[in-house]
């Protein structure tokens, strides 16, 4: 969750989880931006800012304040959001959609099962050589280093051992073969006002999901054997011409994400005290 006050600071620890300073703490309820919670006490671990965790009635964590060192009555509101994306940039609007396998080519699926390319890194990885791109909140954080061998060509996001290869961070070369997913690969469409592209290099704003759905999908596989599991699970898809064009990676096809629908935060609303309850 990335700071108002200090924007490259970031919160990691988001958990909805009391923190151990706020055991026992008795605290007032407040009002803020129309929720009602628990403020804790200052949290000692942040020196940018003096920083307040904020519980709801069930004493879940559900944000932030963080109050300027110079002058406490400056502070900003942080929320957590359903979607990481959302609690990373504090943006309302953020939508989970389904999982990543589910929006690609049967060929396309099989092929990235059958190698074990199932993880954020490693579905990447196979991307490099192509305008696709997915993105995870730490990719968000810290851009990852692509390392590309001077001689053959080989791409990786790790030092390729044996091989003369130089460092450039990950590039965005296309805003429209952009995806944004977490670690378990679920797709988050991020809203129309989002600045997440400014972040990467691109303008804002979005597409319309009639324009997204008329782009060619394309994913450009480095060429690989095939290793075939005992139990690879069925794919989404049952289309049988994409088993060519991802044999031909000038031809294949990449999933798009949907449009969703924007959200305006609300401001922040001065704090009042109600009655006191004890963590």
Not at 5 to 30: G, M, R
Not at 57 to 64: F, M, P, S
Not at 122 to 140: A, H, S
Not at 217 to 233: A, C, D, F, T, Y
Request: net charge negative; charged share 25%.
């Amino acid at each position: 969750m990335f700071s108002i006050l200090k924007p490259d600071f970031v919160y990691t620890d988001v958990s909805d989880d009391i923190t151990e300073n706020d055991v026992d703490v008795v605290s007032d309820l407040w009002s803020m931006n129309g929720r009602d919670v628990y403020r804790g006490s200052r949290d000692p671990r942040y020196t940018h800012a003096n920083v307040y965790w904020l519980y709801d009635e069930d004493l879940q964590r559900v944000g932030c304040t963080e109050h300027s060192l110079r002058d406490h009555g400056v502070f900003e509101i942080l929320w957590f959001h359903e979607s990481e994306f959302g609690t990373l940039l504090q943006e309302e609007g953020w939508v989970i959609e389904n999982d990543l396998w589910s929006n690609l080519p049967e060929q396309v699926f099989n092929r990235f099962v059958n190698e074990e390319w199932t993880t954020a890194e490693k579905f990447l990885e196979q991307c490099l050589y192509g305008p696709f791109r997915i993105v995870t909140p730490k990719m968000l954080i810290q851009r990852p280093t692509v390392y590309t061998c001077q001689k053959c060509g080989r791409k990786s996001l790790r030092p390729i051992q044996g091989c003369s290869s130089i460092e450039s961070p990950l590039d965005f070369p296309d805003k429209a073969k952009i995806v944004f997913v977490d670690d378990d690969l679920l797709v988050h469409v991020p809203p129309p006002d989002t600045n997440v592209f400014t972040r990467l290099g691109h303008g804002d704003g979005l597409q319309s999901l009639e324009q997204e759905l008329e782009q060619v999908q394309e994913v450009r596989l480095e060429p690989q054997s095939h290793r075939l599991p005992h139990n690879s699970p069925r794919p989404m898809l049952e289309t049988e011409e994409h088993l060519q064009s991802q044999l031909e990676p000038e031809k294949q096809q990449e999933p798009l994400p949907p449009q969703s629908h924007p959200q305006t935060p609300e401001q922040p609303s001065n704090a009042e005290e109600e009655k006191p309850e004890r963590m």
